[in-house]
């Protein structure tokens, strides 16, 4: 009689296991009725008036003419930096490329041009000292993201000059994202220099090779120069912020993030330990990769868009009246066919479109896979039942929220689910940064912008992330990305940057980008 118990067990033992399965889904679907993604009722339906900032009015012909007849000179200074490889997260190039900037730093009349060395990658500091009042200080980024060099029509780092449906443009690594603008922003300084002698304003730089990796070690740069970044009158990071029919799109703001690690083995609570094993044991030993992608799926809704990890949607800063003005004129001024179009997506989540679309992409945080592996993946067949799985996740956080309360909530959730076993390991952190439109520097540079451009959007931020709370937070500066310019294709094959416009693009080539920083810098003199 013995051998039939088993048997005779399975029915209550099937009933146990349904049971147990039905109040894991009960008790899932309640935490998906009480958790849902915030929405936010705007108190105003007005829009900021972006015209009633006068443009800037200053002409600087000298320096034009020579920005004009230089510009040979200029794209070669531009193909010198995208030829030297940084890749930060292989770390090919990276010292050789931190020199060569802390050189040019040197040639264009830097007092200081320093390395600053990190626990990483090195930064560089610069310091122009033109005598002057006020002192503008610049973030700078020199690293760029690895490449797939069979994904390229043109090798990503010979950073050749090539016909477009833009015009010409330089195809590189790192063109538009950032040496190509930042580049530019010092063939400005350069040409400012050569025709008056000297900048109008002090200069600081502080860059890092470590941005891709989501800037770690960048606050022991600001720690070596916190006191007298202090003294700055405002920061700004060159960029490119065109589309091809001129439009710009200035962003006053970024989400934080948190990236890391989180990793199933087998161990005490089972499966196999040491190494992969044959597949055939799936019957009686735990998977890790199953466990890995239960414990992920865990933390969301069914489809994946609503987070229920409790606390995950706390401390959120809700839109201001200032910042609905912004996000009111920039859902104006947007277009969300062809921001799907761009990106290969039919649909945004839950059909949302317009402002409703546009908030939840600001003002919430989100859980991102980013990448995740386990056992064979190679040709053919390898039937195993690995060891260990892992994933690589990023959460972008709005302002408000602390990444330590992010982490520690993420372990909570895990181990309140039994999930103790499952390893995060961080890999860094930080706060999201906003600047207010109506700082001087935000001021000035909208200025600028209404020279150049027409249908100017102002975001109070974008959707991705910049160590930027290390001068709105830490220094208690106002901080704004700025440059003309169009630029596609960051982090992605066949990045470029515009240098010439064809004839039906009104976006700016690389001579009026330069021009444009020659107003912002003279607009700040004063």
């Excluded at 700025?482 to 992605?492: E, K, T």
């Amino acid at each position: 009689m013995n051998k039939y118990i088993p048997l005779l067990l399975m029915p209550l033992l099937l009933v146990s296991a349904c049971e147990n399965n039905s109040t894991k889904e009960a008790e899932k679907s309640n935490i998906e009725t009480e958790i849902k993604r915030p929405k936010y009722t705007f108190s105003t339906d007005e829009m900021y008036q972006i015209e009633s900032v006068p443009a800037y009015s200053g002409e600087h012909q000298a320096i034009y003419q020579h920005i004009d007849e230089s510009i040979d000179d200029h794209i070669k200074e531009l193909q010198r930096w995208l030829r030297q490889p940084s890749v930060s997260a292989q770390n090919i190039g990276v010292r050789d490329m931190a020199e060569m900037v802390r050189s040019d730093f040197e040639t264009l009349g830097f007092a200081e041009a320093n390395l600053v060395e990190t626990k990483g990658h090195p930064g560089v500091w610069g310091y122009y000292d033109a005598g002057a009042e006020k002192t503008l200080l610049v973030y700078m980024m020199y690293d760029v993201q690895p490449v797939n060099e069979e994904d390229w029509l043109s090798p990503p780092f010979e950073a050749n000059l090539i016909d477009h449906e833009l015009g010409k443009v330089i195809m590189a690594r790192g063109a538009t994202n950032q040496k190509g603008p930042q580049r530019a922003f010092l063939n400005a300084l350069s040409s400012i220099i050569a025709v008056e002698g000297k900048l109008p304003v002090n200069i600081m730089i502080a860059a890092e090779g470590e941005e891709e990796l989501g800037s770690p070690n960048y606050g022991q740069i600001v720690d070596a120069y916190e006191e007298r970044m202090k003294q700055a009158s405002g920061v700004i990071f060159p960029m490119s912020s065109q589309n091809a029919e001129g439009k710009s799109s200035m962003i006053l703001g970024v989400k934080g993030i948190i990236y890391f690690e989180i990793e199933a083995k087998g161990g005490e609570w089972g499966g196999p330990s040491v190494a992969e094993i044959h597949g055939s044991y799936k019957g009686i030993v735990d998977s890790p990769t199953l466990r890995l992608l239960q414990a992920i799926s865990s933390m969301t809704s069914k489809d994946g868009n609503t987070i229920l990890i409790p606390g995950f949607y706390d401390d959120i800063i809700p839109p201001s009246d200032e910042e609905q003005l912004l996000i009111n004129r920039t859902v104006h001024e947007r277009d969300d066919k062809t921001l799907q179009a761009s990106t290969g997506v039919s649909r945004w989540i839950d059909d949302q479109t317009g402002r409703e679309a546009l908030v939840d992409l600001l003002y919430n945080p989100t859980l991102n896979v980013d990448g995740i592996w386990s056992g064979y993946t190679g040709v053919g067949t390898k039937t195993i039942l690995p060891h260990i799985a892992t994933a690589k996740m990023d959460s972008r956080l709005p302002l408000g929220q602390s990444p330590e309360k992010m982490f520690a909530n993420i372990r909570n959730h895990l181990d309140k689910n039994g999930y103790n076993d499952i390893e995060i390991r961080p890999f860094s952190g930080y706060p999201a940064a906003q600047t207010s439109v109506n700082a001087e520097l935000s001021q000035k540079i909208i200025s600028v912008y209404n020279k150049y451009t027409q249908g100017l959007s102002v975001n109070p931020r974008i959707a991705g992330s910049a160590p930027f709370y290390q001068f709105t937070e830490r220094l208690k500066l106002p901080m704004v990305p700025m440059g003309l310019g169009l630029g596609r294709g960051a982090h992605a094959p066949n990045e470029i940057f515009l240098i010439h416009p064809a004839e039906n693009v009104k976006a700016a080539g690389l001579a009026d980008i330069e021009k444009a920083y020659v107003d912002l810098i003279y607009s700040l003199a004063h």
